[in-house]
């Protein structure tokens, strides 16, 4: 198995536990919190596509899915365009209502196409690439991806389990 193969696999592992953990829910459902400060499923979904989105696009060159493809107007959510929900607090939290699970999804498709294209198309050599300078050591292209799988990985399992937790 390649390098590239073996990423290839591990992202699309992002959207068939996403498909599962939001398929179904009603916008109130995404927007439901189990705590005064949880995360909602919604947002938990929006964020670990907007990063995987913003991440990957940026070391291919790329403009985001969330932008070319027009999914920031469809989605029409009171926050820039270039936000992924790092950082936010918890009223802007509150303010990222996804309007259905299916258009979330349509998004989750759309990025994992576009993640799939990009990894498909990598070498061993190509890991190695320094992308980000900001970091000691600098972070290589290998490093990022691992980061955002990771990331998002932890995010559809926390999005899965707030789902229970509604008994949705």
Do not use: C
């Not at 592992?13 to 439901?32: C, D, M, R």
């Not at 498909?120 to 690439?129: N, S």
């Amino acid at each position: 198995m390649r390098t590239r193969d073996l990423l290839t696999y591990a992202y699309s592992q992002i959207g068939e536990t996403l498909h599962a953990a939001v398929e179904g829910l009603s916008p109130e459902q995404l927007a439901e919190r189990v705590g005064p400060d949880a995360n909602p499923v919604g947002w938990l979904a929006w964020h670990l596509l907007r990063v995987q989105d913003d991440h990957l696009a940026d070391v291919a060159g790329t403009e985001q899915v969330w932008t070319a493809q027009g999914f920031a107007g469809r989605f029409g959510l009171p926050v820039d365009d270039a936000a992924t929900g790092y950082g936010m607090s918890t009223e802007e939290v509150a303010s990222v209502r996804v309007p259905s699970a299916e258009l979330l999804l349509e998004y989750a498709d759309a990025v994992a196409a576009r993640s799939a294209e990009f990894l498909g198309g990598l070498t061993d050599d190509d890991l190695d690439r320094v992308v980000d300078e900001r970091w000691d050591p600098p972070v290589t292209l290998g490093v990022r991806l691992v980061s955002v799988l990771s990331d998002d990985l932890q995010h559809v399992g926390q999005a899965a389990y707030v789902r229970g937790l509604l008994g949705a």
